[in-house]
DNA sequence: ATATTATGACTGACCAGTCAGTCATATTGA
DNA sequence: TCAATATGACTGACTGGTCAGTCATAATAT
């Protein structure tokens, strides 16, 4: 929900720059950057409240104010990240350009604005938390996942379509096109520190493998047992 | 409470050798099982060890016979499930084999023992937990993620030197290989409901497109700002 | 008999959520 | 203009409940 802007009164005064309202939206601004920092260090079951409390500079109490409980805060802090990117999801595959141009900016968003921003901490807590909270998983599904792919189904088809490229069992499977950067988003968290891994040069090698390979003409599929 | 069930009668004694070590064993068992349940269903922090001991038909003292603590437990239930995989992942690279057949059967291991049992709700906790526990972390890299990267860096070193593929980008990211299965886990876990994923089929796809790509001889990498 | 293993009631720490009270700011009225 | 009054955002001590881990006691095996 975004209930920001709350009644301003008839004769709304643009002028005052600070407002009880404008008071109140920082707070609760402040609240969901500290929830953000706990939940992304110690998980949803583990964080504490008094703490998340703490690092807003504001009292428990406060934080009730902004949102029913624990739960809603998290549902607002997964949706507050992400509301800003779901636009740029759809946008790609309106522009008339050539496959890899298409994919190449849906993957640059994606480096970009996920895996270059907090927003891969986000990404994580998705995939830990959102089996448990069915509320976060549809959000994530409905505007991000869903989009995305839908999206890139579109312009897949188009290049189908067009003859840039032969073979079409990418546009069953667009998934393929960004399975590296979930796990560039995993390998982050859990292994960075024995292993390094560049996950821009990563996903520019597989999006360049993958081209080539969809420009070749589809082989029979070797039958299985 | 459940049934309790524990008082072997006399008349069931004398049929086979049941020492208390095997008794105690199988109770370790069944509190593993039981962990693994509620572990993968709630994640770490809150999953009850009373629920735990109720699952395993066991009193919550018992655990406690067999393991430290409930960080513990949780490590040893991770350590149990990984464990029995280990040898195979690193026997791939030893056959002789033509690239595809030995990629295809460490995929075919991934598919099989991993994606087609609940070993994959361990990697799932694995992901989730992980960062938490660099124990479990540190475990999960050095006996299973490190030696798989490992062996397959191998297989394809050796693929470059036989000329059986002419892009060696992949010898640098072999994450890519396994990439599309990671996704699959993840997915399954969050949104199986909204939309199924065939996960063989799209590892099946995924490896043919990979092949196809690696026989072609690299390109010249674009330059990036 | 006695050592080993199992039990589950119990303890103490912990924490989400509440609410009576405070106080800075806004509104009203003269 | 400036008390007097109203508002509601904010506070933090408190409550009720939860749960990891303990340990005195009981069951069982040898």
Redesign the interface.
Known sequence: MLPRAHKRTAASRESRPNPRAERSAARRDAIIEAAFEEFSA?????TRLDDVAQRAGVAKGTIYLHFQDKEELFQELVRSALGPIIAQVELAQFADAPLRVSINQLAGLFVREVLGTRRKDII?L???????FPKV??F??SNI??RA?AAMRHILQRAVDRGEIK?R??V??P??I???G??AV??S???DR??E?DAE??M???L???F???E?PA?K?KA?A
């Open positions: 110690r998980g949803f079951a583990a994580r998705v995939i830990s938390e959102g089996p448990r998983a549809e994530y599904y996942v869903g792919l073979n069992i990418i069953r499977f998934q393929l960004v399975a590296p979930i796990l995993i390998w968290g859990l292994f024995f292993e891994l040069a990563m520019q090698a597989h360049s493998l993958l080539d390979a969809l070749l082989k599929t299985r």
